[in-house]
């Protein structure tokens, strides 16, 4: 089990410009989970993949924000034309799914810094 | 909906002292509920979590946590602090059978003194 795994772990960009942040699960794990994070708040919610199929997206996903998961395995969030608000930590989990198994695995997270 | 109030965004104990850092959910369906440690600059750990089997839950790093319907808390507790305990603690909620997104809390800030 090597855990969840979240690529770059830091991130600076320059307003305007587009990112975009991986997320490996824990192999078999096929839900997976996107979170955001500013200081001093908890995590909150982003959007969900079962397998492939994305099957919730919250209000704070606004249209610049993308989120794909090709092949049910890894995922990625684009951020277009950043503004200095999507500067935060963004985070990435996994659960299995198995019926009484539903707690979620972070990783390390992704920091983006919007100058 | 379902929401999470933790009283207290700081907590000050000396070392070898009881740990109480509080949570309070609301829920319209019953809840799974979970406490997660940050230490800084990292990601979430799980430290237990309660999905409708007993009601006090033990997890790791000696910490506890006991689910009272009665009145929506799941407050966490360890006997004796440790130096290591020092991190940000964070209470969440997702909703039974679904087990899809968690709503956290906005997090205790825990430190232990000598």
């Known amino acids: 089990d090597t855990g969840v795994s979240q690529n770059p772990r830091h991130k600076i960009t320059k307003r305007g410009q587009n990112v975009t942040f991986r997320c490996d699960p824990i192999?078999?794990?096929?839900?997976l989970y996107w979170y955001r994070q500013t200081l001093g708040q908890g995590p909150e919610f982003l959007t969900y993949?079962?397998?492939?199929?994305?099957?919730?997206k919250s209000r704070l996903l606004s249209d610049r924000f993308s989120a794909e998961r090709p092949k049910g395995s890894f995922s990625t969030l684009e951020i277009q034309r950043t503004e200095q608000g999507d500067s935060a930590m963004y985070l990435c989990a996994s659960s299995s799914g198995v019926m009484g198994l539903y707690e979620q695995y972070f990783g390390p997270g992704t920091r983006l810094t919007v100058t | 909906a379902q929401s999470v109030t933790q009283l207290g965004s700081h907590v000050s104990v000396s070392e070898g002292a009881l740990v109480l850092l509080r949570c309070n959910y609301s829920s319209s369906v019953p809840p799974y509920l979970f406490w997660y440690v940050q230490y800084p600059n990292q990601g979430l750990q799980l430290l237990l979590k309660y999905t409708s089997a007993a009601t006090l839950v033990k997890g790791i790093n000696g910490f506890e946590a006991e689910f009272k319907k009665s009145e929506t808390s799941f407050h966490l507790t360890k006997p004796s602090a440790h130096m290591s305990d020092a991190a940000e603690y964070f209470c969440?909620?997702?909703?039974?059978?679904?087990?899809?997104?968690?709503?956290f809390g906005t997090g205790t800030r825990l430190q232990v003194t000598l």
């Open positions: 969440a909620v997702s909703e039974t059978g679904t087990a899809s997104k968690l709503t």
């Open positions: 993949f079962q397998n492939e199929a994305q099957l919730e």
């Open positions: 192999s078999e794990h096929n839900r």
